[in-house]
């Protein structure tokens, strides 16, 4: 299961002083932005959270492949990471409540798609459009808040909109399963279409519109050259899975998406406007940041990506218990992130990202005792409990890290990038994983052998990251911030 958690930079958000007018947004007004940007973002959250829950039986009724299945989910964050730098930046060249409703428009059409699609390579391209349109909301929901809300405000709002994500957080899997359960794979689908109308008709009725005057040029060879990058790399690894590393199929959409990796480097260094400025990256902290992302978000993408299938599949688990089993997860993340971002704050990242992704490689290490039993308590609930704990830890600090790692003007564009970087983390460890699953156990991926692998293999990954974080950062990898400026992590 794929949660979608508050991915780095998320958590912090830019206060231009042009973007606020406080005689322009009233304060009805405002509530109103507030129920969009909570409504978009549960949207994308529980789209995230349910699909993968109901990802088994998915691949049961359409009678699709792993790799078939992985697609249904490849698909949706192939889309979602090559296009959202640049639907943020459309936001604020084209008016961020006219692209907002336009990424509502698109999620619920493409939903509508995916609940009525008759066979796998339908469903796969309705999921792609729904990555498209989670491309401009993802993006959108703090960029409408930090727009209407002055910075007395802000900070409530952000907090708002923080517990109610959390709470959809919390409660999508269980939903999603219920819904699963008692209807079909293709109610979680249908439930986000009046989600998205709603949406629509709150912003384009009661939401001001907003731009940035000084915005940048929306990137379109950037973004095209990381959808080929990024699509070449996946395809040739999910065919991988099936062919070998060795074939032909593999070989060469892996080595196109290198190159088209290649010219995506180059066109970016000599863009004078680029989606993606590679001059960040000279910043150790935030490019051991964006490092340690890789690692930890891709740790995690493959756990919650498999576990469902064994505990479906394997152990004969409803999808409501499925979605259940994750929520001890959730639940630490939702309650402990606050303090330890007050603790990260005091004593430095170098510590917390250190500490917490060593915790989480250790709870995915609790998996390797996966014995065939399929006891929830003693197998299953020690791992998912120990690795909500590490990610508890290193989730808030980690925003702060990337959002300290340079001065003010650069937050839109640091956030973005560690936000991006969090789901290409997910995509790729989900098609590297699938081969691992693939060769452990041929024919029955979904097996505890299988598991274990995954489970290993991440593990490795997270304590990567805790190793990044030990070498590349300082005891303060923290700058002070611009006069006037509120953050809110």
């Known amino acids: 299961m794929k949660l979608r958690i508050l991915s780095p930079g998320e958590g912090s958000v830019k206060l231009r002083r042009r973007w606020y007018d ?65 639907g943020g930046a459309l936001g604020d060249r084209l008016g961020r409540s006219r692209v907002f409703a336009a990424g509502a428009i698109v999620f619920g059409l493409a939903s509508a798609a995916c609940g009525v699609a008759g066979s796998l390579p339908v469903l796969v391209a309705a999921r792609a459009a729904q990555g498209a349109g989670a491309a401009l909301l993802v993006p959108g929901s703090l960029s409408l808040l930090a727009a209407h809300f002055p910075p007395g405000e802000r900070g409530r709002a952000i907090g708002t909109w923080s517990g109610a994500t959390a709470l959809a957080a ?22 986000n279409v009046p989600l998205a109308a709603i949406l629509a008709a709150i912003v384009l009725a009661r939401v001001p519109e907003t731009r940035d005057r000084g915005s940048r040029r929306v990137d379109l060879a950037g973004a095209a050259l990381a959808f080929l990058t990024l699509g070449g790399v996946v395809f040739g690894l999910i065919e991988a899975s099936r062919v070998g590393l060795g074939a032909l199929r593999a070989i060469i959409p892996i080595a ?17 406007e680029p989606m993606v400025p590679l001059s960040l990256f000279r910043s150790r902290p935030f490019a051991a940041a964006n490092l340690l992302t890789l690692f930890l978000y891709g740790a995690l993408g493959a756990a919650l990506f498999f576990l469902p299938f064994n505990l479906i599949q394997a152990h004969g688990y409803s999808p409501t218990q499925a979605g259940a089993s994750l929520l001890p997860f959730v639940i630490l993340i939702s309650t402990l992130s606050r303090w330890t971002g007050k603790w990260g704050e005091r004593a430095g990242p170098r510590f917390p990202l250190t500490i917490g992704p060593a915790i989480a490689a250790a709870g995915l290490a609790l998996f390797l005792r996966a014995d065939g039993s399929g006891s929830y308590a003693r197998v299953y609930l020690p791992g998912i409990a120990v690795l909500g704990l590490g990610m508890a830890i290193a989730v808030a600090p980690l925003t702060t890290t990337v959002m300290t790692s340079h ?45 274990r692998a995954v489970m290993a293999g991440a593990a490795v990954l997270a304590l990567g990251s805790a190793v990044v974080a030990g070498a590349m950062l300082g005891r303060d990898g923290r700058r002070r911030r611009g006069r006037g400026t509120s953050l809110v992590n």
């Open 170 to 191: 919390a409660l999508g899997p269980l939903a999603g399963g219920f819904l699963v359960d008692r209807l079909s794979w293709r109610a979680i689908f249908f439930v």
């Open 256 to 272: 196109g998406g290198l190159v088209a990796g290649g010219v995506f480097v180059a066109v970016e260094s000599r863009l004078a």
């Open 22 to 86: 406080p005689g322009v947004t009233s304060p009805s007004a405002r509530r109103w932005v507030l129920a969009a940007a909570i409504l978009g973002s549960t949207m994308a959250i529980l789209d995230g959270t349910v699909v993968n829950v109901a990802l088994p039986v998915m691949q049961t009724k359409l009678s699709a492949t792993l790799s078939g299945a992985q697609w249904v989910v490849e698909s949706y964050l192939l889309m979602l990471s090559s296009l959202i730098l640049a």
């Open 407 to 451: 001065p003010d003007r650069f937050a839109g564009v640091v956030s973005g990038i560690n936000n991006a970087v969090a789901r290409v983390a997910g995509l790729l460890a989900i098609a590297v994983f699938g081969i691992v699953a693939s060769v452990t156990s041929p024919g029955a991926p979904q097996s505890d052998a299988a598991l």
